[in-house]
């Protein structure tokens, strides 16, 4: 199975800060990783796919990189509604979830 | 706007079995392949269960199969997740989704609890 690992599992960043999220592929997964932001209460929601394609409607300040094992979620410039979990997903074989990086303002 | 509303949650003992739906709005349906995915309190995600858009094909986790049953109802936009011999460490937050084919998860519901305790 393909494991998941995301990094930091906890950050505390200011508004408008850049702010980096990583998540680490046990194996090679191409670019077949989805980043997803869930608020307090509600549905996950789907930010990034297929490692750097930007879903619709999503702001441009969220931005997705990497392929084979290591990709990066960027916030350019921190709001205070990015306040959120947020967590990748591998759909190269099956399904595995990173663990979350839980975002909060300083 | 897209909605998937999930039901049907509750508190179970060990052993017995629960029926959960999931309504969907907002989009074809029956284009669209279906998923099952939970969260065990203090645990990560781990997807359950995937069905086809024309129910061809279903696939189930190694830790559901053979005790739950994906299906869904195209007319009325309707999934579901049949569990039997339930267990305590099927205790979660259950979500239902929606993908195209075996790709990344589109849209989520906002998830219904399952307690399984004696």
């Known amino acids: 199975d393909i494991q998941m690992t995301q990094s930091p599992s906890f950050l505390s960043a200011s508004v408008g800060d850049r702010v980096t999220l990583s998540c680490k592929a046990s194996q090679n997964i191409n670019k077949y990783l989805a980043w997803y932001q869930q608020k307090l209460g509600e549905a996950p929601k789907l930010l990034i796919y297929?490692?750097?394609s930007l879903q619709t409607g999503i702001p441009s300040r969220f931005s997705g990189s990497g392929s084979g094992t290591d990709f990066t979620l960027t916030i350019s410039s921190l709001q205070p509604e990015d306040v959120a979990t947020y967590f990748c997903?591998?759909?190269?074989?099956?399904?595995?979830f990173g663990a979350g990086t839980k975002l909060e303002l300083k | 706007e897209v909605q998937l509303v999930e039901s049907g949650g509750g508190l179970v003992q060990p052993g017995r079995s629960l029926k959960l739906s999931c309504v969907a709005s907002g989009f074809t349906f029956s284009n669209y392949g279906m998923n099952w995915i939970r969260q065990a309190p203090g645990k990560g995600l781990e997807w359950v269960a995937y069905?086809?858009?024309?129910?061809?094909?279903?696939y189930y986790a190694e830790t559901v199969k053979g005790r739950f049953t994906i299906s869904r109802d195209n007319a009325k936009n309707t999934l579901y997740l049949q569990m039997t011999s339930l267990r305590s460490e099927d205790t979660a937050l259950y979500y239902c989704?929606?993908?195209?084919?075996?790709?990344?998860?589109?849209?989520w519901g906002q998830g219904v609890m399952v307690t399984v305790s004696s």
């Open positions: 997903l591998q759909h190269n074989s099956w399904y595995t």
């Open positions: 069905i086809s858009s024309g129910s061809s094909y279903i």
């Open positions: 297929n490692a750097n």
């Open positions: 989704a929606s993908n195209w084919e075996l790709d990344y998860f589109d849209y």
